[in-house]
């Protein structure tokens, strides 16, 4: 059983910060350091002076936070309240979550991973947390919601009275709902009750809150946005390798060992990768090249690889391609400099055609349903195999721990 609790939630007020899309910031990890220093300059609220904080910074955030209360730009709701967050981005589409505070526990019990975490990053936001006292950037989450219940709530909410809306600095616009009629609070704790909740974004932010669990009420649970699985705007996109070190020049001789392969035009690459596949794409200087996966592949996949990752394009490369013949295996990997990675297909054309790279791969999307299989059989996906776009601004609202 989920356990999703409505909180009294810290929110910016419009009237004292100005522009209130434009204090909002993308999460921490996913901003290099020009992009935190530009994001702080722009005002004296931005969320970025406390969700990019580190090391002996953390104790300043947290003096920011309570300067900010103290002074009125951040104000905390009087009642218990979910919130509904609508994200427009893109060609007109909208995405919409249920900002709640979520019971933590143990993987599994009713909140379910697909990702493995790194130490580094789970100390610094254990660090965070505990010394600011709150939950600043939102873990991101979805639920099957077969039944439609938390949909028909959704549509529900969608008539509320707005809080706030803005647009972000990358160009999103963004809304903001309180949710606190007690018959509406109760049925969406109901329908999250009898669900299932997967992560979409956040693993180390969720083992992060879970090292924090202290005295203070709040710190049991944690800030999640919650969207439908069926809403046509939670999108996952692909994220492609782009490679170093050396090509044999004979890489597409050795891959026709186990893959079928079909020379195609650069343009037509990306759309021959359908969502949830298994096949790849290759980019070298000769030319670019569809890789779809033979019987011999999956002989080819080693004995301790999980099932569920046989159909897995990350995991078919790097199995199949990277370790056995580029070798590059999981400790060069992590290396950082053998492969990089990319949420775009231009980039790898590019470092290919600069010659920074020997070649790329590129990777077809996985499905929800992917994630669900692998977390729903205690599996974890190959690190960078999802990438749920856009993420979830933070700043949009906090969850106290006091």
């Known amino acids: 059983m989920v356990n999703v609790q409505p909180f009294r939630g810290l929110r910016y007020d419009p009237e004292v910060v100005g522009d209130w899309g434009a204090v909002l910031g993308p999460p921490y990890d996913i901003v290099d350091a020009a992009q935190r220093a530009s994001l702080k300059e722009s005002s004296p609220y931005q969320i970025a002076h406390i969700e990019t904080a580190s090391g002996d910074d953390i104790r300043a955030a947290a003096r920011t936070l309570q300067d900010w209360r103290s002074s009125g730009a951040i104000v905390q709701d009087d009642a218990p309240s979910y919130y509904l967050h609508e994200h427009h981005f893109g060609d007109g589409q909208v995405r919409r979550a249920i900002f709640g505070a979520v019971e933590l526990g143990p993987w599994g019990d009713g909140v379910m991973a697909h990702e493995r975490t790194m130490p580094g990053p789970k100390a610094t936001r254990t660090a965070l947390r505990s010394i600011v006292g709150a939950d600043v950037s939102p873990l991101m989450a979805f639920v099957p919601d077969v039944n439609g219940a938390l949909a028909e709530l959704i549509d529900i909410a969608v008539q509320l009275p707005l809080l706030c809306e803005g647009t972000d600095p990358t160009g999103d616009s963004h809304t903001l709902r309180r949710i606190d009629g007690a018959n509406t609070v109760l049925r969406i704790g109901d329908a999250f009750a009898?669900?299932?909740?997967?992560?979409?974004?956040?693993?180390?932010?969720?083992?992060?809150?879970?090292?924090?669990?202290?005295?203070?009420?709040?710190?049991?649970?944690?800030?999640?946005?919650?969207?439908?699985?069926?809403?046509?705007?939670?999108?996952?996109?692909?994220?492609?390798?782009?490679?170093?070190?050396?090509?044999?020049?004979?890489?597409?001789?050795?891959?026709?060992?186990?893959?079928?392969?079909?020379?195609?035009?650069?343009?037509?690459?990306?759309?021959?990768?359908?969502?949830?596949?298994?096949?790849?794409?290759?980019?070298?200087?000769?030319?670019?090249?569809?890789?779809?996966?033979?019987?011999?592949?999956?002989?080819?996949?080693?004995?301790?690889?999980?099932?569920?990752?046989?159909?897995?394009?990350?995991?078919?490369?790097?199995?199949?391609?990277?370790?056995?013949?580029?070798?590059?295996?999981?400790?060069?990997?992590?290396?950082?400099?053998?492969?990089?990675?990319?949420?775009?297909?231009?980039?790898?054309?590019?470092?290919?055609?600069?010659?920074s790279a020997s070649c790329g791969f590129v990777l077809p999307a996985p499905t929800l349903q992917d994630v669900i299989d692998t977390a729903d059989a205690g599996s974890f996906m190959p690190q960078k195999s999802t990438y749920f776009v856009p993420k979830l601004p933070t700043g949009l609202v906090l969850h106290p721990l006091d």
Do not use: K
């Open 194 to 355: 009898n669900d299932t909740i997967y992560m979409a974004d956040g693993h180390h932010r969720y083992e992060s809150a879970l090292a924090s669990i202290d005295e203070r009420p709040g710190s049991r649970r944690v800030l999640m946005g919650i969207a439908c699985a069926n809403d046509p705007a939670l999108v996952v996109g692909a994220t492609h390798r782009v490679v170093h070190v050396d090509a044999p020049a004979s890489l597409v001789a050795q891959l026709g060992r186990n893959f079928r392969v079909s020379e195609v035009d650069a343009d037509d690459l990306p759309a021959r990768l359908a969502d949830g596949s298994s096949s790849l794409g290759l980019v070298t200087s000769q030319g670019c090249w569809l890789l779809e996966p033979s019987a011999a592949a999956a002989a080819a996949m080693p004995d301790d690889v999980p099932d569920a990752w046989h159909s897995l394009a990350p995991a078919v490369l790097q199995h199949v391609i990277l370790e056995p013949i580029l070798h590059i295996d999981a400790e060069v990997l992590a290396g950082g400099q053998a492969v990089t990675y990319t949420h775009h297909f231009d980039e790898v054309l590019a470092a290919v055609d600069d010659g």
